[in-house]
Structure formats: structure tokens, C-alpha cells
């Protein structure tokens, strides 16, 4: 049972980055699937969340209209489009099921 994040890097203000989470070892479409993330020196921060089917889609006032989150039950896969980037968007990017992390991914905003 595990979550795997891939997508991460350096990307200038401005830019764009694409996040996935593939998951494994459990029924992914059973679950509500969410991205978090942890800025150097500061708390796990929610930053999207998806249902179990994604009709129902819950975005941090901090990303509304410059991060989407989708999913694809039939690749067990979770994404989070994240556009305009800024630099306090710089964080480690997680992916999470209840009771269940990856392993996260850089993301480093810089100018």
C-alpha cells in the first residue's frame, strides 16, 4: 500500500507544474484522494481535495484558480495542475489518503 508523488522541480514565477500521485496496493476509487503541502518552517497546509468519483472538489483560498486537482480511477492516479506559480508556493508537495502519505516532492518557486 503506497502513494508515490512525481512532478516536482524549479520553476520560475509565473510558471507551471504538473503533480501526480500514483497509488498502489488498495482500491483508489474508494477513497477521497487530497494534496498537502509543508513550506520550510511552517505546518502541513491542505491545499486541494477530491472525491472518491471527483464531482466534489474543495481548493485552499491560497491556490483557488491557479491549482486544479483531478484524478484517474482506471490509472489509480491523482494530479494537481498547479499554474501561475508564486514563490510562496515553495513547498513540499504531498499526496494523501486517510491515513496514508507519500513520500512528497519539491517544488521550488524562485526568481
Known amino acids: 500500500v503506497q502513494l508515490v508523488e512525481s512532478g516536482g522541480g524549479l520553476v520560475q514565477p509565473g510558471g507551471s507544474l504538473r503533480l501526480s500521485c500514483a497509488a498502489s496496493g488498495f482500491t483508489f476509487s474508494a477513497y477521497a484522494m487530497s494534496w498537502y503541502r509543508q513550506a520550510p518552517g511552517k505546518g502541513r497546509e491542505l491545499v486541494a481535495t477530491i472525491s472518491r468519483l471527483g464531482g466534489s472538489i474543495n481548493y485552499a483560498d491560497s491556490v483557488k484558480g491557479r491549482f486544479t486537482i483531478s484524478r484517474d480511477n482506471a490509472k489509480n492516479t491523482v494530479y494537481l495542475q498547479m499554474n501561475s506559480l508564486k514563490p510562496e508556493d515553495t513547498a513540499v508537495y504531498y499526496c494523501?489518503?486517510?491515513?496514508?502519505w507519500g513520500q512528497g516532492t519539491q517544488v521550488t518557486v524562485f526568481s
Open positions: 494523501n489518503r486517510r491515513l496514508l
